[in-house]
T-cell receptor
Framework: AQSVTQPDIHITVSEGASLELRCNYS??????LFWYVQSPGQGLQLLLK??????LVQGIKGFEAEFKRSQSSFNLRKPSVHWSDAAEYFC??????????FGTGTRLQVFP | EPEVTQTPSHQVTQMGQEVILRCVPI?????FYWYRQILGQKVEFLVS????????KSEIFDDQFSVERPDGSNFTLKIRSTKLEDSAMYFC????????????FGPGTRLTVL
């Protein structure tokens, strides 16, 4: 079945540490891929997206993600986390329809 | 920067009542969507809408749900007879094209059914 998997439900890092959030997809062809962030009580904000071309994409707030076809992955990274990055992060895929398929999310907690 | 807006931000209703959730998509967008997120769960697709008709709907979107674009700016989701399990955050989204389309999300309406 078509799906997006985020294996880490909850991640805790110290402020200033590096971050990597994992995302895997299972589709026959490469879908379009997205990362969204949701702060408590807020809506979904697009961090970055991958459609084609360069497999390393830059987003807002210092985030980047790397698409790896061989691993069916689209992991989100940030070199140095800030306390304000604490939020829920959702990976999403857009296969050959206009229906976004979301992962279950990863809750990021940042300690000072 | 244009954005999707949703009203109300929070709606509390009694079980069995009808609710209408409102959305104003970005003005030049032609494709409209509703998603929902039950507390603690992932965001789920409900329905997509284009050219004044439903393009696709999920199994969640049963006869109790309907969508409408009553004028040139609003896009509404109606739940005819709410159930406790309809309590969720409902997100509206819009986009400029269909497949392989970036969708812009509104801030959501939190629906609480008592």
């Amino acid at each position: 079945a078509q799906s997006v998997t985020q294996p880490d439900i909850h991640i805790t890092v110290s402020e200033g540490a590096s971050l990597e959030l994992r995302c895997n997809y299972s589709y026959g062809a490469t879908p379009y891929l997205f990362w969204y962030v949701q702060s408590p009580g807020q809506g979904l904000q697009l961090l970055l997206k991958y459609f084609s071309g360069d497999t390393l994409v830059q987003g807002i707030k210092g985030f980047e993600a790397e698409f790896k076809r061989s691993q069916s992955s689209f992991n989100l990274r940030k070199p140095s986390v800030h306390w304000s990055d604490a939020a829920e992060y959702f990976c999403a895929a857009l296969p050959n329809t206009d229906k976004l398929i979301f992962g279950t999310g990863t809750r990021l907690q940042v300690f000072p | 920067e244009p954005e999707v807006t949703q009203t109300p931000s929070h709606q509390v209703t009694q079980m069995g009542q009808e609710v209408i959730l409102r959305c104003v998509p970005i003005s030049n967008h032609l494709y409209f969507y509703w998603y929902r997120q039950i507390l603690g769960q992932k965001v789920e697709f409900l329905v997509s809408f284009y050219n004044n008709e439903i393009s696709e709907k999920s199994e969640i979107f049963d006869d109790q749900f309907s969508v409408e674009r009553p004028d040139g700016s609003n896009f509404t989701l109606k739940i005819r007879s709410t159930k406790l399990e309809d309590s969720a955050m409902y997100f509206c989204a819009s986009g400029t094209s269909g497949d392989y389309n970036e969708q812009f999300f509104g801030p959501g309406t939190r629906l609480t059914v008592l």
